[in-house]
Each structure stands twice: as structure tokens, then as C-alpha cells.
């Protein structure tokens, strides 16, 4: 088992920053895909950006330039920095992993981008 423990998100105007951090904890050895999600609301969930095999990274299109996924091995953390928000990154961030078969979420951040 894999535990998932989001935290960092809040409230910002259009143009600030957040760093969103994703805690893992339990058997974290092998895990080869880490990512982050979001939400909005009335709409499907969609991948922001993704590690895989730890080097190739991916972003959405919506968010290429502005924000930078990261693993921090030592805190077996994975972070997303957040930068240049705008209202439409308005939703709730959930971390998802990988390790063998198996899927492992977190519960979710809300972040709220709003003048």
C-alpha cells in the first residue's frame, strides 16, 4: 500500500503562486509513475503533468510554461510548482502514483484562482 497526503493549496489572484506537495508513505519502492491531477467542477478529471521512470516528464498543454512537476527523493515528496495561476486552473489537485499494477490517489487540494 501507498499513502498519499496532499497539501498547499489555497486561494490566489490571477498572476500568483502556489507549490503543492504530495507525501508518500508505506511501500513506496518501485514506483515508476507519479503525477498530478485536477478537477474542476462539473468536469472530467485531467492530467496536469506526469514523472515516468523518473526522467520523462509531461505537461498539459494548459499549463506548459507555468508549471514544473518535481520528485524529491530524499522527502519522498513530489511537488508542483504553480506559477503565473490564472482563474481557470481553478479546481481540486489530486497526486496519483504508479507501482506495479496499481494506482494509488490522494484525497485532493483545492485551489482557487479569483480576483
Known amino acids: 500500500q501507498v499513502q498519499l497526503v496532499e497539501s498547499g493549496g489555497g486561494s490566489v489572484q490571477p498572476g500568483g503562486s502556489l507549490r503543492l506537495s504530495c507525501a508518500a508513505s508505506g511501500s513506496i519502492g518501485g514506483i515508476n509513475v507519479m503525477g498530478w491531477y485536477r478537477q474542476a467542477p462539473g468536469k472530467d478529471r485531467e492530467l496536469v503533468a506526469k514523472i515516468i521512470d523518473g526522467g520523462t516528464i509531461n505537461y498539459a498543454d494548459s499549463v506548459k510554461g507555468r508549471f514544473t512537476i518535481s520528485w524529491d527523493n530524499a522527502k519522498n515528496t513530489l511537488y508542483l510548482q504553480m506559477n503565473n495561476l490564472k482563474p481557470e486552473d481553478t479546481a481540486v489537485y489530486y497526486c496519483?502514483?504508479?507501482?506495479?499494477?496499481?494506482?494509488?490517489w490522494g484525497q485532493g487540494t483545492q485551489v482557487t484562482v479569483s480576483s
Open positions: 496519483r502514483v504508479r507501482r506495479g499494477g496499481t494506482y494509488y
